[in-house]
C-alpha cells in the first residue's frame, strides 16, 4: 500500500524533477498548478523508489490516480493497481494526454475515454504581438486598448506589490459580479502565489494605468513552456495582459501553454468540469 501525504509547498521543487524533460505538456502535472489547486483536489502524493505517485479527489468519481512519474510505466501501473486493490477502490486515472493514451494502449489497458483533457499551446512571439491569422481579433483587441489607454504599461511582480495587488483585485471583483464564492477561490490561489513568488521561481507582471493595477498574470516555466497559473483584468485589458506576460517571459520559454483555445471562449468553460479516463482492466491481471 502506498503511503501517501497531503501535497505541500515542500513537495513542489521535489515533483519537478519527476516532470522535467519527460515531455508532459498538460498543466496538470505542473507542481505549481497543482499546489495551487490542492484545497479543490485534496492532492496527495508519495514518492516510492524510483517512483512519484499522485492521487486527486474528483467529487464526481471519488479518490482518482494521475500516471506514475518514473522509469516504467509499466511498474508503476502495476503498483498504483495494487493499491487501488488493497484500499478497495474503483481504480480511475485523470488528465490523460492523447501521448500516455496510446502508451497505455500499448501496455494492453482498455481506457474509456469520458472527456478530452487538453492544454492549447502557443509560441511564445505569437501571443507576444498576436501576428498569426487565428489571433487578429486578439490583436484589434489590443490594437483598441491601446488608443484608449495610452498611459499603461506593464512590470514584474514583486513580493510588495501585494498589497496594490489586493487593491485592485477589489475593483475585480466589482467588475464581475458573477464570481461569487469562486472569487474567493482566485484569492486563495493568489496568495498562495504570492506567498511563494520567489521560492517558485514564478514570473508575474502587472498592467498599471496612472499608478493603478488593471491586469495580474502570474505563471511558471519548465522545460521551455510556460504556464499562466492566474489572471485577471479589468477595462477590457485581458488581451494586453496576456501580450505583455508573453513578452515578459518570451526571453526564457518558447512556448506558452493555456488552458483555453483563444479562437473559442466556449472550451475554456468546457475544461471546468474534468472527468477521468477509467481503468477496465481486471486486477487479476496482477496476482
Known amino acids: 500500500m502506498i503511503n501517501f501525504h497531503k501535497y505541500g509547498f515542500l513537495d513542489v521543487r521535489r515533483l519537478k524533477k519527476y516532470i522535467e524533460n519527460k515531455d508532459i505538456w498538460l498543466c496538470r502535472y505542473n507542481p505549481v498548478w497543482l499546489f495551487i489547486h490542492s484545497d479543490t483536489y485534496k492532492t496527495e502524493i508519495a514518492f516510492v523508489y524510483d517512483f512519484c505517485f499522485i492521487r486527486i479527489f474528483l467529487p464526481s468519481v471519488g479518490m482518482t490516480y494521475l500516471q506514475p512519474l518514473g522509469t516504467n510505466l509499466e511498474e508503476g501501473m502495476k503498483i498504483l493497481l495494487e493499491d487501488a486493490r488493497d484500499k478497495g477502490i474503483e481504480f480511475n486515472m485523470a488528465f490523460v494526454d492523447e501521448k500516455l ?7 494492453e489497458y482498455n481506457l474509456n475515454l469520458q472527456d478530452n483533457d487538453s492544454s492549447y499551446i502557443f509560441n511564445s512571439s505569437d501571443l507576444a504581438y498576436m501576428n498569426t491569422p487565428n489571433l487578429k481579433k486578439k490583436a484589434k483587441a489590443i490594437h483598441d486598448f491601446e488608443k484608449k489607454h495610452k498611459n499603461c504599461f506593464y512590470k514584474p511582480i514583486k513580493k510588495d506589490s501585494f498589497p496594490q495587488i489586493l487593491e485592485f483585485m477589489e475593483s475585480y471583483s466589482n467588475e464581475n459580479p458573477k464570481l461569487g464564492v469562486n472569487f474567493y477561490k482566485h484569492l486563495n490561489i493568489l496568495k498562495k502565489l504570492m506567498d511563494h513568488l520567489y521560492e517558485f521561481d514564478l ?3 502587472m ?58 471562449e466556449n472550451i475554456k468553460n468546457k475544461l471546468l468540469e474534468f472527468h477521468p479516463y477509467k481503468i477496465e482492466k481486471h486486477y487479476s491481471t496482477y496476482k
Open 207 to 264: 498592467l498599471v494605468e496612472d499608478g493603478k493595477v488593471i491586469g495580474v498574470a502570474i505563471g511558471s516555466i519548465y522545460d521551455n513552456i510556460a504556464q499562466i497559473h492566474f489572471t485577471a483584468s479589468i477595462l477590457n485589458s485581458y488581451e494586453m495582459l496576456l501580450s505583455s506576460f508573453s513578452k515578459y517571459v518570451l526571453t526564457r520559454a518558447r512556448f506558452i501553454s493555456l488552458e483555453e483555445d483563444l479562437n473559442d
Open 101 to 107: 493514451y496510446f502508451k497505455m494502449q500499448e501496455l
Open 203 to 205: 514570473y508575474g507582471i
